[in-house]
Structures are given as C-alpha cells and as structure tokens.
C-alpha cells in the first residue's frame, strides 16, 4: 500500500463533495517545488492555502499561518540536510547527554587540581578546547534558525559565486520578518486585516519562488522551447 502523500488536485472529506481548489499557476510551481523537497511540506502549504479559500472558519487566517510558519520551519532544514544524512542527526539527541557528562567529568577532574599553578592551567586550557569542540558539534546538530535558512539558501542558490554578506544578511532578516508574522499571527498575538495577511503571504511565496524555481531556469526552458520550434521544418 503505497501511503506516500501525493499531490490532489482536489480533496474530500468524508460526506462532503471534493471541491478544486484555485490555484495561481506561481502557487502551483511553488506547491510542486515543494513537494520535490519534501511531500509533506507541500502538502502543509497546500493546507494552508485551503484555510485560507474557505469562507466559514473565523480563525482561518491564524491557522492557515500555522501552516505557512510550518513551512518556513521545516524547508531550511530539509534543504541543508539530505536524506541520506538523516541519520546523524536523528542520532544527535542520544550523542547529547554522553558529550554532556564527558565535559562533566572533565570538569570534575579540574575541581579536584589543587596548589599547582601550572597543572591548573594546563587542565583548564585542554577543559577550554573540550567545550570549544562540544559547542561546535552542537551547533552542526542543532543550528538556530536563522543559521539553517542561511546554510539553506546557500544550497539552493543556483550561481557558483556567493551573495554577499550584506545581501545575505538582508535576505536572512527579511526570512526573520516573515517568521515573525507568521508566528505571532497563529499565536493570536497579531490580528492582522486580509489584505495585510495576503501581502505577507506573497512575499513568502515570491521569496521561496525565487530561490526554489529561480527564474534564470524558466527563462532558459523557454528559450529552449523557442528554438526547437523555429528549427522546426
């Protein structure tokens, strides 16, 4: 039985008639590049716009920014890490508390120095680097935020040189705004009007547009096109 979520043009439920749901042809190139990266992010996004199309749930706009939050959470993620590297991560909770009592015995071992100046400081400079290499490998299990979209879209950026800082750190704070929104917006902390919330969804969709179909690959699928037919006969 094949339970791996597919792409609907519509969707029922039960004893309701299954009803299409319009989408833009932007938001379907986004919905399929979604779903390239991962099912049930586009499927997420899909929810999302299918609270927002129906007229009746009062709470619509909260919970349709569940979804888009969902989605701005778990797409830098999935796209920093592939598949086959899963696995580390998933081992990096049980890797925690034996690193975390190795730096406690370690430092154990420095309270029990005494008297010699010199011994003390050798052990603190090696106690130094342990906590150094433990910070280090926790941040490559659990990055921030901002760190996995950064390294995110740095994968997903298709021109061989890199933005530059400034650029980047622009991009990164607008990531961080749209986050906010979206956050505060399903926590019912904002209650934004629907031509505020809409303005923020398509600076998400744009956004994530430009970087998971970026332009530069239509506009050569239709050059490409161009010349196939005028070589036609």
Do not use: C
């Not at 797409?75 to 009592?101: C, I, M, T, Y």
């Not at 430092?107 to 120095?113: E, G, S, V, W």
């Not at 956050?183 to 998971?212: G, I, M, N």
């Amino acid at each position: 039985m094949n339970t791996k979520p597919e792409l609907p043009g519509s969707t029922s439920v039960a004893g309701h008639e299954p009803r299409s749901l319009e989408l833009s042809p932007a938001q379907k190139r986004l919905r399929q590049a979604l779903h390239e990266k991962d099912p049930s992010i586009a499927l997420w996004y899909e929810g999302a716009l299918w609270t927002l199309s129906d007229g009746q749930p009062p709470d619509r706009m909260a919970q349709a920014a569940h979804g888009f939050r969902e989605v701005m959470e778990k797409l830098p993620r999935r796209v920093d890490l592939p598949q086959e590297e899963e696995h580390v991560s998933a081992s990096g909770g049980q890797n925690l508390k034996g690193k975390v009592q190795g730096l406690s015995q370690a430092y154990a071992r420095l309270k029990r120095i005494k008297g010699d100046g010199r011994l003390l400081k050798r052990a603190w400079d090696k106690f130094v680097e342990e906590l150094e290499a433990f910070f280090q490998w926790f941040t490559s299990q659990r990055p921030s935020r901002r760190e996995a979209a950064r390294r995110a879209f740095r994968n997903l950026d298709p021109h061989p040189l890199s933005l530059p800082e400034a650029l980047e750190d622009r991009n990164l704070n607008e990531w961080a705004e749209m986050h906010e929104f979206f956050e505060l917006t399903s926590h019912h902390t904002l209650s934004p009007s629907s031509d505020k919330f809409a303005h923020w969804q398509r600076v998400l969709e744009t956004f994530l547009l430009e970087r998971l179909v970026p332009r530069t690959f239509e506009d050569e699928q239709a050059i490409d096109s161009l010349v196939q037919r005028a070589v036609k006969p």
